[in-house]
């Protein structure tokens, strides 16, 4: 097991495949996808291969690829094969926008995905397209009806606006009474691109919580592999709710994942302040021991908790830049 100086255990690699998006998010892209001159390459698929057996090796059992939107990559399904075949690698998700999930359920399924987490800011179609830039909401509700249809495990992801979408909690919670689908709402979180826009839509999630408790909703026991989602059931509902509060006290003493760029740059924390490259054995097809001593060299560096309550947010410009 790879554990780090306080004791927690990382099972999850989240893994960025691309930071391109077709998307404008107001939270993240609000204008559209803009490559930075001199970025790097993706890791090719040889790369990831190598990548994730060294991580398999630690006793990670969990791979997310994640963007930007990994389905914009024309070898994703190269890639969920590649990775669902590694010894040792027992779940394999996509984060995805969900704007090709139609197309693509059939082929993901037939290389190995799991589950996939799927980006639904609403469920509101005026609503969804406000905040998405995109008029796209029934394909997406179609692609995850085909996701479950075709066995796939299915999350969905809300991030929580003051201004656009809080009120409408309620349509969430509807919308679970007979879909085995686990709505999370996720706190705003400040990055380097959005601080006004933070400042003007962040909303706490005390009141949240309580709320769902006073609704019949059970917290429910968290998993060996389960993100930092707190999930919450209810006997009436097939569905689950969960909330992703980054700003909550102790949020990071159960962090169990790890997360690597898309040039292959390991990083400790999603708003930490430095990263750990591992190209150069990825591109000299290093044996995965060697992969994984530099794995746990880096490991030593990290820290307890975020400082975003501190306004810090690393490297972290955008959540398409790291998948969140």
Same mark, same amino acid.
């Given at each position: 097991?790879?554990?780090?100086?306080?004791?927690?255990?990382?099972?999850?690699?989240?893994?960025?495949?691309?930071?391109?998006?077709?998307?404008?998010?107001?939270?993240?892209?609000?204008?559209?996808?803009?490559?930075?001159?001199?970025?790097?390459?993706?890791?090719?698929?040889?790369?990831?291969?190598?990548?994730?057996?060294?991580?398999?090796?630690?006793?990670?059992?969990?791979?997310?690829?994640?963007?930007?939107?990994?389905?914009?990559?024309?070898?994703?399904?190269?890639?969920?094969?590649?990775?669902?075949?590694?010894?040792?690698?027992?779940?394999?998700?996509?984060?995805?926008?969900?704007?090709?999930?139609?197309?693509?359920?059939?082929?993901?399924?037939?290389?190995?995905?799991?589950?996939?987490?799927?980006?639904?800011?609403?469920?509101?179609?005026?609503?969804?397209?406000?905040?998405?830039?995109?008029?796209?909401?029934?394909?997406?509700?179609?692609?995850?009806?085909?996701?479950?249809?075709?066995?796939?495990?299915?999350?969905?992801?809300?991030?929580?606006?003051?201004?656009?979408?809080?009120?409408?909690?309620?349509?969430?919670?509807?919308?679970?009474?007979?879909?085995?689908?686990?709505?999370?709402?996720?706190?705003?979180?400040?990055?380097?691109?959005?601080?006004?826009?933070?400042?003007?839509?962040?909303?706490?999630?005390?009141?949240?919580?309580?709320?769902?408790?006073?609704?019949?909703?059970?917290?429910?026991?968290?998993?060996?592999?389960?993100?930092?989602?707190?999930?919450?059931?209810?006997?009436?509902?097939?569905?689950?709710?969960?909330?992703?509060?980054? $700003? &909550?006290?102790?949020?990071?003493?159960?962090?169990?994942?790890?997360?690597?760029? +898309? /040039?292959? *740059?390991? !990083?400790?924390? #999603?708003?930490?302040?430095?990263? $750990? &490259?591992?190209?150069?054995?990825?591109?000299?097809?290093?044996?995965?021991?060697? +992969? /994984?001593? *530099?794995? !746990?060299?880096? #490991?030593?560096?990290?820290?307890?908790?975020?400082?975003?309550?501190?306004?810090?947010?690393?490297?972290?410009?955008?959540?398409?830049?790291?998948?969140?």
């Amino acid at each position: 097991m790879l554990v780090d100086g306080f004791g927690r255990a990382f099972t999850c690699l989240r893994l960025s495949v691309t930071d391109a998006c077709n998307f404008r998010c107001s939270y993240c892209l609000p204008n559209g996808y803009q490559r930075v001159p001199g970025s790097k390459e993706p890791l090719t698929l040889a790369e990831i291969e190598r990548l994730v057996r060294g991580f398999a090796l630690l006793g990670v059992r969990k791979v997310r690829l994640t963007g930007g939107e990994p389905t914009i990559r024309r070898d994703i399904h190269d890639i969920v094969e590649c990775v669902s075949r590694t010894p040792g690698i027992e779940t394999v998700a996509l984060s995805t926008n969900g704007y090709r999930l139609k197309q693509l359920v059939p082929g993901l399924v037939a290389a190995g995905l799991h589950q996939v987490n799927v980006s639904i800011d609403s469920l509101d179609p005026a609503v969804f397209s406000s905040i998405t830039g995109h008029d796209s909401l029934s394909d997406v509700l179609a692609g995850i009806d085909l996701a479950l249809e075709s066995g796939l495990r299915v999350k969905t992801n809300a991030v929580l606006l003051r201004e656009a979408n809080e009120g409408q909690i309620d349509r969430f919670i509807d919308w679970i009474g007979d879909k085995e689908v686990t709505v999370r709402l996720i706190e705003l979180m400040r990055t380097g691109d959005n601080e006004l826009f933070f400042l003007r839509q962040h909303s706490p999630f005390v009141l949240l919580q309580q709320r769902l408790l006073s609704l019949g909703f059970v917290r429910c026991e968290r998993g060996a592999t389960d993100g930092p989602a707190v999930e919450f059931s209810h006997p009436k509902n097939r569905g689950r709710m969960g909330l992703i509060a980054p $700003y &909550s006290k102790n949020f990071c003493t159960t962090c169990n994942r790890l997360r690597v760029t +898309i /040039a292959g *740059a390991l !990083r400790l924390c #999603l708003f930490g302040e430095q990263d $750990y &490259s591992l190209r150069g054995l990825l591109q000299e097809d290093s044996p995965p021991e060697a +992969i /994984a001593d *530099a794995v !746990r060299g880096a #490991l030593r560096q990290k820290t307890a908790a975020h400082q975003l309550d501190q306004g810090k947010v690393g490297y972290t410009r955008n959540l398409a830049q790291m998948g969140g």
